[in-house]
């Protein structure tokens, strides 16, 4: 089935269909969920949340781009999640877990470097307003189009690339504070 | 250390307002050009670029996470409070307006049967009810201040009024004069001042000629305590005896020569007692329990529905 199929039959509410759209956007809900909370805890209970309102609210969508839409609630559910952090915060960074390279083509050192450097971008991206740090994981990290981030974030696309520029121009701050920029140049060149 | 490339502000703040968009090549070709021809001036907006780019760098780097667990939702059936509690909501909603209702209704004393508006006298009238014959040993609520119509089948309807009077007032009949029956008639021009006749029928002559009137009653305010007769003598509602279990009231002519005492049984204390006792009616005792019920199978049933909506989620983690 493709999607409108799946979402129109989610709208009369067949729970399979829905589970296979979930099924379709859970990975990259639950990436944008863990880059805005930096907690994997919190960004699995963002990630059910979010999924738990789209079928809720199933009915409303009215046709655009599903993935804007699944983005747009994966965003609000973050907030909710932050504002519970905020309450009783637990976000151990260190123990941030990354996934070990599937091809381990790296020596031991390079994956440390590559995880240190992770945390340190990670937490970086902490530092960053809601709004900058969204805009930033979704063009940069996860590759999505200006359009497509101005869906996903209910703005404009002026508003999409003044966010960018500013969460970008905050980010580098932090890096060259971080000294991660000076020493990535070094190792492209 | 950006800053010590600092160059005339104008140019370079405005390239690198657009530098994000330039990473991305997003910008229209004219502005492309223009931010290639600043930069290959301008050291310090290449260096600028140069760390944007570095920082996109490092952003594309970060590898993709996976989530430990699935995150579709589980069928449940579909709860009973689910169906019920709407209706419970309706149904809680239109007992709470019933009871507002119910108070309200009492509050403007609907439920003191018999009294209707009586437009003339701008007061509530008590009704006894049509075509009941008064007989000695009758008694009534008198309602003070206003109408109250009794009836006779001989005569028709009677009004008798208690003004300024501060509560209701029982009368009884059997304590009129002892060998007869008042009766009153409201009998005075609509334009004038109502007033309302006393008047006193002996045994055997109940025909409306005969009637002896024994005194007015006048409604205005100044004299409300005043009666005259039909033959000119003045009586006054002199007083109120209260005893052990009956008020008298006690109307005198202006002469002192008559004395009529009417009975008014202890109405006062016991209509204050009854207010004090009576302003919750059975029905609404029953309309706050039913509110109070409903209540509580409203909590009960949402916080059912909150278990059951974490039970909905799937955890599994296959």
Redesign the interface.
């Known amino acids: 089935m493709d999607e409108i199929e799946l979402i129109r039959a989610s709208q009369d509410g067949d729970?399979d269909s829905?589970?296979e759209l979930?099924?379709r956007y859970?990975?990259l809900?639950?990436?944008v969920a863990?880059?805005m909370l930096g907690d994997?805890q919190a960004?699995?209970d963002a990630?059910?949340e979010a999924?738990?309102s789209a079928?809720r609210n199933i009915r409303r969508f009215r046709g655009g781009s599903f993935k804007a839409w699944v983005l747009q609630i994966t965003a609000n559910a973050s907030r909710d999640q932050l504002r519970r952090l905020k309450r009783r915060p637990v976000v151990p960074l260190e123990s941030l877990?990354?996934?070990p390279?599937s091809v381990s083509t790296e020596s031991p050192e390079d994956y440390a470097i590559?995880k240190e450097?992770?945390e340190h971008?990670?937490r970086g991206l902490t530092t960053l307003s809601h709004e900058q740090r969204m805009a930033?994981i979704l063009?940069?990290?996860q590759g999505l189009s200006?359009e497509e981030v101005a869906e996903a974030m209910g703005c404009s696309l002026g508003t999409v690339?003044s966010r960018?520029?500013r969460g970008?121009?905050h980010?580098?701050d932090y890096?060259?504070k971080m000294e991660?920029?000076p020493t990535?140049?070094r190792h492209?060149k | 250390m950006w800053q010590a490339f600092w160059r005339p502000k104008n140019e370079c703040s405005r390239t690198r307002d657009v530098l994000s968009g330039y990473v991305d090549r997003g910008l229209s070709p004219e502005e492309t050009a223009r931010v290639e021809e600043h930069l290959s001036r301008c050291q310090g907006c290449r260096e600028e670029l140069e760390s944007l780019r570095a920082t996109v760098a490092l952003l594309h780097r970060l590898p993709e996470v996976t989530p430990s667990r699935r995150f579709a939702l589980a069928p449940v059936k579909p709860m009973l409070g689910r169906r019920v509690l709407p209706a419970l909501r309706f149904a809680a909603a239109g007992t709470a307006l019933l009871l507002v209702l119910a108070f309200a209704a009492d509050w403007t004393g609907l439920f003191r049967g018999g009294i209707v508006s009586n437009p003339r006298f701008g007061a509530d009238t008590l009704d006894f009810g049509g075509n009941e014959m008064i007989e000695e040993g009758d008694s009534f609520w008198v309602v003070a201040g206003v109408v109250n119509s009794l009836s006779d089948n001989a005569q028709g309807s009677m009004d008798l009024v208690v003004p300024n009077h501060t509560d209701n007032v029982y009368v009884a009949v059997d304590s009129l004069v002892d060998d007869g029956v008042i009766y009153g008639a409201m009998e005075s021009d609509p334009d004038e001042v109502p007033q309302i006749a006393l008047m006193r029928v002996d045994e055997g002559t109940a025909s409306g000629e005969d009637l002896e009137k024994l005194a007015v009653v006048t409604a205005s305010s100044s004299e409300e305590h005043r009666f005259s007769t039909n033959d000119g003598a003045t009586y006054y509602w002199s007083s109120i005896i209260e005893k052990q279990d009956a008020s008298y009231l006690n109307m005198l002519s202006s002469d002192n020569s008559e004395l009529y005492s009417f009975n008014l049984k202890a109405a006062k204390k016991e209509v204050i007692a009854a207010k004090e006792t009576d302003w919750l009616r059975p029905l609404e005792y029953s309309l706050i329990g039913l509110v109070a019920v409903l209540g509580v199978a409203m909590a009960a049933l949402w916080l059912r529905q909150r278990r059951a909506r974490v039970i909905e989620v799937s955890d599994s983690k296959n």
């Open positions: 729970l829905f589970n979930v099924r859970q990975k809900a639950y990436n863990f880059r994997t960004a699995e990630t059910q999924f738990f079928w877990p990354y996934d390279p590559r450097i992770g971008v990670q930033v063009c940069d990290i200006y690339k960018l520029s970008r121009t980010l580098r890096f060259v991660l920029i990535e140049l492209n």
